[in-house]
């Protein structure tokens, strides 16, 4: 009882211990913590841009392709690094051949 009174007095405002403890143990022993981010800046960690020309280069039916295309395209248009990523590594002219390629494939096709 007397510690509380003697604390009381000494700090008068109200004082979170537990948060200066995991402050504490956050920034001085390395312990992770989840800083979120978008999902196309995080991309940019992986493999960016050519990392989702994968996915759609990977895709084995309609539902996946259009999975693909519409992710690529919603990172491209969210991150600008990701822009720049698919005109250096010529990622446009890459999903124009694709496209062609599907048209082919789907008119050639019997059926």
Do not use: H
Not at 4 to 17: K, N, W
Not at 44 to 58: E, S
């Amino acid at each position: 009882m007397q510690i509380s009174c003697v604390y009381s007095q000494l700090f008068p405002t109200t004082i979170r211990l537990d948060l200066i403890l995991i402050y504490f143990l956050c920034l001085c022993s390395g312990v992770r913590t989840f800083v979120p981010k978008p999902v196309a800046t995080t991309l940019q960690y992986i493999g960016g841009a050519a990392a989702i020309l994968g996915l759609v280069a990977m895709a084995s039916d309609v539902e996946g392709l259009y999975a693909a295309v519409k992710a690529l395209v919603c990172v491209v248009k969210s991150n600008p690094l990701a822009s720049k990523e698919m005109e250096r590594i010529r990622g446009y002219q890459v999903c124009k051949k694709w496209e062609e390629v599907i048209r082919y494939v789907r008119n050639v096709r019997p059926g």
